[in-house]
Antibody, heavy 116, light 107 residues
């Protein structure tokens, strides 16, 4: 399993961003796709997760209403869209896929910089 | 929400020594879906252990994970220079996924 994310982006405060995560390997629709972020000098923070085979997403409380997680099973690509960006959303965003036996696979990360 | 508490905050050791890191969960972790990562400055987290005790692909056998329920540990049998880094535990059985605050292993 490999996860390849879209490239770094610089966004203005108040704008939106959509980060993609292209998965290769087996059973895209079977397992959970999570999103995690890490702000500069900080720890790891869960954003939310999407379960493709039932089409359901859930989100960390602090991102409810501002983040939308989706996936396209035809192209085996997951997306994280975040709106109303603020400077404290500056972080590296990672997609993380679960696998059989509790395995985990991480994307390479996407740096999102929010700056005026 | 499963809160993960890592200890100690910082571990000061020398190359060749043994390191034991702890991760305590506020409630039982379903199916022992508990992972460990090593993160060096400026790099992405590297998955070491998943399912509490299974080494990820390419991870040397000096790393071992143990524990179940609420108490988990990561042991590094002989520290190599590249092991001086920050380590995180991660619960991913149920929503919300949570992370410990990290343990720094320093020389």
């Amino acid at each position: 399993v490999q996860l390849v994310q879209s490239g770094a982006a610089v966004k203005r405060p108040g704008s939106s961003i959509k980060v993609s995560c292209k998965a290769s390997g087996d059973s895209f629709g079977t397992y959970t796709l999570g999103w995690v972020r890490q702000a500069p000098g900080q720890g790891l923070e869960w954003v939310g997760r999407f379960i493709p085979f039932i089409g359901v997403a859930d989100y960390a409380q602090q991102f409810q209403g501002r983040v939308t997680l989706t996936a396209d099973t035809a192209t085996t690509t997951a997306y994280m869209e975040m709106s109303s960006l603020r400077s404290d959303d500056t972080a590296v965003y990672y997609c993380v896929r679960t696998g059989s036996g509790g395995s985990l696979f991480w994307g390479q990360g996407t740096l999102v910089t929010v700056s005026s | 929400e499963v809160v993960l508490t890592q200890s100690p905050g910082t571990l000061s050791l020398s190359p060749g020594e043994r390191a034991t890191l702890s991760c305590r969960a506020s409630q039982g972790v379903t199916d022992n879906y508990l992972a460990w990562y090593r993160q060096k400055p400026g790099q992405a987290p590297r998955l070491l252990i998943f399912g509490a005790s299974t080494r990820a692909t390419g991870i040397p056998d000096r790393f071992s994970g143990s524990g179940s329920g609420t108490d988990f540990a990561l042991t590094i049998s002989r520290l190599e220079p590249e092991d001086f880094a920050v380590y995180y535990c991660h619960h991913y059985a149920t929503s919300p996924w949570t992370f410990g605050q990290g343990t720094k292993v320093e020389i």
